[in-house]
């Protein structure tokens, strides 16, 4: 687990970070904390869920120095955030908060290549943990995010080998969703689902959706996300 522990003072350099908070009456605190403790942050872009946040961090890499993210947004959580982005080969330092108790995500935010994990409420570790992801030192347990690159870029997991479209469609047939209430969800053709669901089958390698939707389980299952 990460502790968070080292003090770590300021370096006189600007720290940017994006911010995920699906809730806003959390963000607004965490927020005000974050920068009264560390006044070297700035926090340059927020975001209330995580496909915002995986685009703009895809979009500009340049913009940000490290992204800190709540891990349960509602559409995708933390640990996909992490994970597409070292899919998409982004060396984003990635660290995790959380309000509920630190070993329901761990193994997630680990698989995902986040660098490390925290509690919500402890604004001094977080900041310790933010000083020493400055200085390219992910908390312990975790690994760098070149690491993180390297061992996602081979894996053969459904994410790697989907789009976030065709993943996000293979979500909702898992939730028991059909072709037109995926479409409606979507905003979109159930013909532009069906031609989805075929593009899944060919990249899967797999016959039927059904067998798709197995190997998205056992995805989410490797998050531990239940």
């Not at 390698?205 to 056992?218: K, M």
């Amino acid at each position: 687990m990460c502790t968070g522990q080292a003090k770590g003072a300021s370096t006189g350099v600007v720290i940017r970070i994006a911010l995920v908070e699906n809730d806003v009456l959390a963000r607004k605190p965490l927020e005000y904390l974050l920068t009264r403790a560390m006044p070297d942050l700035r926090i340059v872009e927020t975001f209330a869920n995580g496909t915002d946040a995986t685009q703009y961090c895809v979009q500009h890499r340049r913009s940000i120095d490290m992204l800190l993210t709540d891990m349960h947004l509602g559409d995708v959580d933390g640990p996909a955030i992490a994970w597409r982005l070292r899919r998409a080969g982004s060396m984003l330092p990635i660290l995790g908060v959380t309000s509920l108790p630190l070993n329901h995500y761990h193994n997630a935010a680990v698989a995902a290549g986040m660098q490390g994990l925290l509690p919500k409420s402890n604004i001094a570790r977080i900041v310790a943990a933010l000083r020493d992801l400055q200085q390219g030192k992910p908390c312990a347990g975790y690994e760098s995010p070149a690491m993180a690159v390297a061992r996602i870029s081979k894996s053969h997991s459904v994410m790697h080998v989907l789009t976030d479209t065709q993943a996000k469609v293979l979500e909702l047939a898992a939730d028991g969703y059909d072709s037109n209430g995926i479409a409606q969800q979507l905003h979109c053709a159930p013909s532009t689902v069906r031609k989805h669901k075929q593009n899944i089958l060919t990249r899967l390698n797999v016959p039927t959706i059904q067998e798709a939707v197995v190997q998205w389980t056992r995805f989410q299952h490797m998050f531990n996300l239940d």
